[in-house]
């Protein structure tokens, strides 16, 4: 048998409940793994064996009390604990002890799940990078900015992280480190505890191995009822090609990928139709730029005012362009977001979801960068539910992404869509 | 010549850009009347005086930045300090100091302006009273959930004060305590470094003496134009009469008020209309209470599983009831408010602004309550500006406000109308 760190959370959680398995084995397996791939991947920020290990024991004797009993998660580092430091990925805050739990760690713990440790973020969830390597060639950046959440959870040292997005800090790194990642419909997860950046955008949401298990922590923390895969086979999906008006950004094997994909999901039953988005989608990456920078202006304005030493020059140079953002602009962009969202709507009335790359490729080689977020931005603007797929391998061995996306609320049939294109493109998992 | 601690923010600013009047003195005579009035008063949950006036005369030395230099501010205590200890109204943060200031606390510091202290906040902002009363007499509640933040302002122990509001707790405390208060279109002011509630609903906002005041500060933080008063006169203002569903809980006094008021704002130059919200706006107030009791119960999850005797029984059971809103209930709030929100501007096309009352009536004897909320909950819902203002008063003496909204993002003209509407009712100030 398997050892359990590389168990689906959805199999672990079935384990717990039959009795075949221990929170305590599995933290203890999962400890194990990242004792042995920890010096090589560098995911996590913050990680106390001890104490995973008395909470798991802790949840073996108390009552089931949900799907989640038992399990354990990566907590991203801009994410408030209160028994584990939270730095944000700065320097500013190193040390640093939160008085409470971030909402999702507090009711992950009500529900009877724990907290593994933290893992790496780049410097307040933007662009500088941690020091996170990505597990399927070091060489290679695992993206950014949930970095140590995506590659922790590629690499099986967890079954469950959670992640931010605000740009593509979900959906990238999960993309290049070949795992699943899933950006809820905007305010699905309460954000209470979260380090803000850009509040109208900022969304909580999680890195996983496996669509289910997406589904099972965003349901359970969400208080949603619990989508079932069981009958996802007989789906016949209306499925939209969407290139974005980025595909020229997209390498050549991300787009070969696509090409033969379309025939792949036809032949598997999906009715395939081509979205060209209108020109305004076009501007909708300088929209959410303009949309952050407004707003991390001023959500760090402590940060920028009090440590402007202990910012990176890229990170210093991006608030104070945000700086330069007028008001009028920056209303602007909600005027636009607000009229796109409707349009979008419109077109999702044809399609259960659209597809589009989730990543112009294969994760960049080099640490120094954490890659592109443009097939992320009119998504996370767009506030409905994304998820990138590991269904793609490039040319040199890396996973490429799918990103299926839905319109908002619609966080139930998009993730039944996602597992029935996943088990169309990969049928032998 | 007056104290100085009696002048509004802008004749403030005005003497202090003139060179007539030094933040060092200002601050001072704001001490000074604290000293005297606050053993009454009870306004303050932490007060350094030294340290303020340290930063007055920081400021007096340093270049001037903007139209709130020298200017001090007070803090509701749901707001985090980085200087000043933080504990949101409750015993569980006894003594907190938080890592870092809010952004509207950094971005105040930024330009020019102070904090002078910390006001008394309810329990986590709900409903529990703190200590503080209504300057108006002090055997009534000054309201809540910025009660320390009204009564500062009101007994002009500083100019102005941060207060927030979910329900009604900026617009109450206001009316009750016979100041100006003004709750900006939801995300006009950031909102990082705030103790959640209720994200959907928790709107930063101001109590100030004067309408121009609340302009000034809330202009100067949100990067938005100064709005003129010079030339409110020539206004001739459409104004829709709004009893809203909620008329027969307004006391005769209030009732009696506005039938008075209608004829004073016609004879000024104001085409006056009388607005019946439909039937679906009669729910808004339950609609209110479930969105916001469902994000409490997620919002306050560590405190309720980990100090849950450290809560006071009403909010215990409030936090409770919002455990059994179903995500289906919750998310049909969210689909109710942005129907009431369409339909509202379209209501708003035909009027500059809807005049409603600010509170059922003056502010009820005793310290135990803080009054009811009810007329305050619809228009935190609809996001738009909300601004009370103190030109009536009761038969026990005490202060009733007239409550002016407007559509969302026409702050600028919404309190261009109330300040319009402030002259014609009390034409001698």
Redesign the interface.
């Known amino acids: 048998m398997k050892a359990p760190n590389f168990f689906s959370a959805t199999e672990a959680s079935a384990a717990i409940a039959a009795g075949d398995l221990t929170s305590e084995r599995l933290v203890g397996a999962c400890l194990e793994w990242i004792a042995a791939r920890e010096p090589e991947i560098q995911a996590w920020a913050h990680l106390n064996p001890a104490h995973a290990l008395a909470e798991a024991r802790q949840r073996d004797r108390a009552p089931r009390r949900s799907r989640l009993h038992g399990l354990p998660v990566g907590v991203k580092d801009v994410i408030d604990t ?1 028994d584990m430091p939270t730095e944000y990925g700065s320097p500013i ?1 190193k040390g ?1 002890r ?6 999702c ?3 992950l ?2 529900l009877g799940g724990l907290t593994l440790g933290k893992t790496v973020s780049t410097e307040f969830a933007t662009r500088h990078p941690g020091k996170t390597r990505n597990p399927r060639d070091t060489a290679h950046t695992p993206g950014g900015s949930s970095s140590g959440s995506a590659a922790a959870v590629a690499d099986s040292m967890v079954p469950l992280a959670f992640g931010t997005q605000t740009s593509s800090s979900i959906i990238r790194p999960a993309a290049f480190c070949g795992t699943v990642g899933y950006k809820p419909t905007f ?1 699905r997860l ?4 979260l380090k ?1 950046l850009s ?2 955008l900022d969304t909580l949401g999680v890195l996983t191995r496996t669509v289910p298990d997406a589904a099972l922590i965003v349901e359970e923390l ?4 619990p989508t079932s895969f069981d009958d996802v086979g007989a789906l016949k999906p209306r499925i939209g090609f969407c290139r974005t008006p980025y595909w020229g950004e997209a390498d050549a094997a991300t787009r070969a990928a696509f090409e033969t994909a379309l025939p792949a999901l036809s032949k598997a039953g999906a009715r395939i139709g081509h979205v060209e988005l209108d020109a305004e989608f076009a501007t909708l990456a300088d929209v959410q730029i303009r949309m952050s920078s407004f ?1 991390f202006y ?9 440590f402007p030493q202990l910012l990176t020059e890229s990170l210093a140079a991006r608030i104070l362009g945000g700086g330069r953002v ?2 009028a602009q ?2 602007e962009t ?1 005027d636009i977001a607000h009229r796109c969202r409707a349009r979008l709507d419109g077109t999702y009335r044809e399609y259960d979801v659209l597809i589009s790359p989730s990543a112009p490729g294969e994760a960049p080689r080099g640490l120094e960068s954490t890659g592109d977020p443009l097939f992320g931005l009119t998504w996370t603007l767009m506030h409905g539910p994304a998820i990138t797929l590991p269904v793609f391998t490039g040319p040199r061995g890396l996973p490429i992404g799918l990103q299926v996306t839905g319109p908002r ?1 619609s966080d139930a049939r998009t993730l039944r869509t996602a597992e029935w294109i996943r088990r169309a493109l990969n049928p032998v998992d």
């Open positions: 209160a805050y640093h939160p008085a409470s739990d971030a909402a760690v507090a009711l713990h009500e305010n309460n954000r209470a505890g803000f509040e109208s969400a208080g949603a009822a707003e001023r959500a760090l304005a402590y940060e920028r005012t009090r007028t008001r920056y209303e909600h609320g």
